[in-house]
């Protein structure tokens, strides 16, 4: 099996590839400059040398959500044609697709976690336009995987956020800057490296195509989760309780967006608890050791 994976420079992409090649699989690492998903003829020339039974994994995406609110077109071109357009033109050539897709497609009003089989129901532009997405994917390409992730932190940094939360509250203890973090929004804070190594054991395992959710077990605020962040760091500070109504975001979140699945133990396959990811993102980042 050979994978082409679009956005392998990414916080997720750069896991997918390295968790790919781990296992022995070909892999195509594929930037920005490589190919461009709004650009179907870009995409049909660097999946030239796809065949039945290859994958694409697409997880390119305009994930800035209040700068989506202001340029929801760019996050429907990017998001939902895109996606569209991978997993179009992966299927003209018999390979498969990988969607990668959010949390954000879940307006928060459950109280326990989403599961695949709940309904989505995006309240901002990124998860409409994420939500499109995973339609057009699963239109375009009968061989498809959607997987969702939810906060993901990872060693490459999130494109466009500078970093990722870990590091920003790392960067700012050392800093002695003050720690303002939302204690209203609940989510599952996840690992881009668990997230890929899952996401290829599904490929590895011929997994039945369709939807997972691949986030860390347990939940937490982001408050909770910056907390066990300098806790876990060494750091003697602790973070500030604010209220999500305090920020001057022009984009609704999510009050309980927490990711599980109902389709991964049936398959002999299990996410580790969020405390445990955090553990070795540090440990791998040298802020703690072994």
Request: glycine letters at 8%.
């Amino acid at each position: 099996m050979k994978i082409a994976v679009i956005g392998a420079p990414g916080q997720v992409g750069s896991e997918v590839v390295t968790a790919a090649r781990a296992v022995g699989l070909e892999t195509v690492a594929l930037a920005h400059a490589d190919c461009d998903v709004t650009d179907r003829a870009s995409l049909d020339a660097v999946f030239r040398d796809l065949r039945d039974g290859d994958f694409a994994i697409n997880t390119a995406a305009f994930h800035r959500t209040d700068a989506c609110e202001d340029d929801p077109e760019r996050a429907m071109a990017v998001n939902a044609l895109g996606a569209y357009n991978s997993a179009a033109a992966a299927h003209e050539r018999g390979a498969g697709i990988v969607f990668v897709s959010t949390d954000f497609v879940f307006d928060g009003s459950k109280d326990t976690a989403y599961v695949e089989s709940d309904a989505p129901r995006p309240i901002n532009a990124y998860g409409v336009s994420k939500f499109a997405g995973e339609m057009l994917a699963a239109h375009a390409n009968p061989s498809h995987y959607v997987v969702r992730m939810s906060s993901v932190f990872g060693a490459a940094g999130a494109s466009g956020k500078g970093g990722n939360f870990v590091e920003t509250i790392v960067s700012k203890a050392r800093s002695g800057a003050p720690i303002d973090v939302v204690d209203d929004i609940v989510m599952a804070p996840t690992y881009a490296a668990d997230a890929a190594g899952l996401l290829v054991e599904l490929l590895s395992s011929r997994a039945p195509f369709g939807l997972y959710h691949l986030a860390n077990g347990g939940e937490c605020s982001w408050r909770e989760f910056a907390d066990a962040i300098l806790a876990d760091s060494g750091s003697a500070a602790r973070s500030r309780p604010i209220s999500s109504k305090d920020l001057s975001t022009r984009a609704k979140r999510p009050r309980h967006s927490t990711l599980a699945s109902e389709k991964l133990a049936p398959l002999g396959l299990k996410a580790r608890p969020w405390r445990e990811a955090l553990d070795a993102y540090l440990i791998e980042k040298g802020y703690r050791r072994r």
